[in-house]
């Protein structure tokens, strides 16, 4: 077989370039540094091999009197050229991809492209001896014809790369490109993909995404923009509603403190008074839970403030209802008594203010009565390791005070007032016999005591400790 490939040398030759195809495809992504060495040997290989036989790729193919000898080298000579061009292509696609990463591979399918080029007008120049000029003003008057064929193909790849030279985005960027919302997924020489928050991909060509509007919600890093409207009476005092809106942006922990979120007064007509809430996340995944989440909380606040939300179809609660009264109706646990026992119950009612910053129900205390949030924002803090910690917040509505109730017993959760509170208080005596008649009151707030018992272990219990990874280098440095 050796004796075969030494006496044959063009024969080795297709050999060794089939091998490089056969290796190319065998060798896995995983071994890139790999796959280019093995391409970089066989072609100095090849080059050896033809250059021995006196095969000299500038020139025209020698043994013109043996036709199949003398096309044979001609293959093997444009073969060089295209395997050449393969190869630097390569070289620059490593070197390009460890400094610029993935945002360079447009640029390396356009610079791949010239390479092939220059190498295969070298070698009809070189080894088919055709006059240069002419293969030039054949392949301009082609090019001409075919850049007016692909004019819009070609606009998207100029475009590529003023994209990837400006990086307005980069892979795994959320961004908006004409009101097309969503994550970069990938920038190829024609178009950029997104995938949208319903997830499907949308394909935008890289000329209109040139000429777009673009809004990259990744930059700053760790920082994404959350705004919520609502539409109010136009007679609603604005100093009532923005207090009310206020407190229902302090009601959402997910609002990061830095930017400071705020309330705004957008526009007012005789139709209504638009108010927006905006502020900062961290994460884009939190975007539509903080959305709902302000939504609701500026609904529970305003409705706690007397203002409600805008609209043609419901009506304002009724003037002859007190605000205890309301209170009720609002509430989710009280909110099947019968007419007749809201009234009693509202009548049962005490109002009791709180200063933010004081304790409305300290943990491990047991309460006597039952407290309903009518205004403000509370604060729910737990201990872990000796440490004090936040772990929700409370708005109007909401009831402090099942544990002790139900049961005698306690929560492990400090409740105070974040801001300015108001509370309305039902005491135990007054409220157990109820509980005793109404079962689906009582198992709602069995329900609610259940959830916050088991909410407050998860949040509390110790996390075991993940033992570190010891090697070689770790036992070095213990001993060094």
Known sequence: MLSLLTEHPLFSAFILILLDLGLWRLISSRGSEWKLLVRVVIFALFSVLLFNEGLNPMEPAPWAENVPLHLAATGLQIGWWLFGARTLTVLIGAVMMQRVGHTGRLLQDLLGAVIFLVAIIAALAYVLDLPVKGVLATSGALAIIVGLALQSTLSDVFSGIVLNTTKPYQLDDWISIDGTEGRVTDIDWRATRLQTSQGSMAVIPNSLAAKAKIINFSRPSNMFGVAVSVQVSPHAR???????????????????????????????ASAGAEYEISGFVASMGEKRVVRNQLFDLAYRHLQASGVNLLSSNETSIAPHLSRPRALLDSSPIFSTLREEEKDTFSQNMSLQTFRAGEIILAGGEVSDHLFIIESGVVSVTLKRHGAT??????????????????????????????????????????LKPCLDARHDIHDAMQALLDFRLHKAQALTEEVPAVAPKRGFLQWLRNRA
């Open 238 to 268: 604005p100093s009532a509603v923005i207090e009310a809106l206020e407190r229902a942006m302090q009601g959402c922990r997910q609002l990061l403190d830095t930017p400071a979120p705020s309330v705004a007064l957008k526009n007012s």
């Open 389 to 430: 910690f936040e772990s929700g917040r409370m708005g109007p509505g909401e009831v402090i005070g099942e544990a002790g109730i139900l049961s005698d017993t306690a929560l492990p959760a400090d409740f105070s007032a974040k801001t300015f509170c108001a509370l309305y208080r039902i005491e135990k005596s007054y």
